[in-house]
């Protein structure tokens, strides 16, 4: 099945540092790919929505030019957190699929980020 | 968006079916309903996912009412290994992002 792997799996960085965050498509080449976002005990909230070669699309609310995603290719996209602060601790997760597979959506394992 | 409804935990005994409801009363005609599962500290894990009738595959079976407004997901024997949150999920309406309920927390009992 399809396989993406996200690193890192957890980062502690310092406030106002920017940390990146990756996700590979590792067998199947993702034309989108959703990032979300998960506080402890919540469920996962869709932060982004990225197209390869194109700008990604933002939900409400989301500051674009905090959370940046690039998707230069079909097998990376990337989630830079800049200029991060203590309430961007989170557990950031990618998916990718399309809309009618027999497979579902494949998601990453997550990465863990503490801002210190 | 259209908003999913589920139990926020429920409690099951090693070895026998579960039965995890999912309301989706505004979910479109033509949207499929996704589950997921997920441990602590890792990404979702596919399921099972449908459209109008059931659906069966190895890990679950997926009943979806006639009127769709509502879904079961069915573990036939539940195992320690199936203690999880469920997620039942379905599109955006901005696009093929899925958008998740808040999720039931089950507890298999041995």
């Known amino acids: 099945g399809a396989v993406v792997s996200q690193h890192p799996s957890w980062v502690i960085c310092k406030s106002g540092t920017s940390v990146k965050i990756e996700c590979r498509s590792l067998?199947?080449?993702?034309?989108?790919m959703f990032w979300y976002r998960q506080f402890p005990k919540q469920s996962l909230m869709l932060m982004a929505t990225?197209?390869?070669?194109?700008?990604?699309?933002?939900e409400q609310g989301v500051e674009k030019d905090k959370f940046l995603i690039n998707h230069a290719s079909l097998t990376l996209s990337t989630l830079t957190v800049t200029s991060a602060h203590p309430e961007d601790s989170s557990f950031y997760i990618c998916?990718?699929?399309?809309?009618?597979?027999?497979?579902?959506?494949?998601f990453g394992s997550g990465t863990r980020l503490t801002v210190v | 968006d259209a908003k999913t409804t589920q139990p926020n935990s429920m409690e099951s005994n090693e070895e026998e079916p579960v039965h995890l409801p999912c309301n989706h009363s505004?979910?479109?005609?033509?949207?499929?309903i996704h589950w997921y599962r997920q441990l602590p500290s890792q990404g979702p894990e596919y399921v099972i996912h449908?459209?109008?009738s059931n659906v069966n595959n190895r890990m679950a079976s997926l009943a979806i009412a006639e009127d769709r407004k509502s879904s079961t997901l069915i573990l036939h024997r539940a195992t320690l290994r199936d203690a999880a949150v469920y997620y039942c999920?379905?599109?955006?309406?901005?696009?093929?992002?899925?958008?998740f309920g808040k999720g039931t927390s089950l507890l298999v009992t041995p």
């Open positions: 998916s990718s699929g399309t809309a009618y597979t027999n497979y579902g959506y494949t």
């Open positions: 067998d199947f080449q993702a034309t989108t």
């Open positions: 990225s197209n390869e070669g194109s700008k990604a699309t933002y």
């Open positions: 505004t979910i479109s005609g033509t949207d499929y």
């Open positions: 449908g459209l109008t």
């Open positions: 999920a379905h599109f955006s309406n901005s696009g093929y992002a899925l958008n």
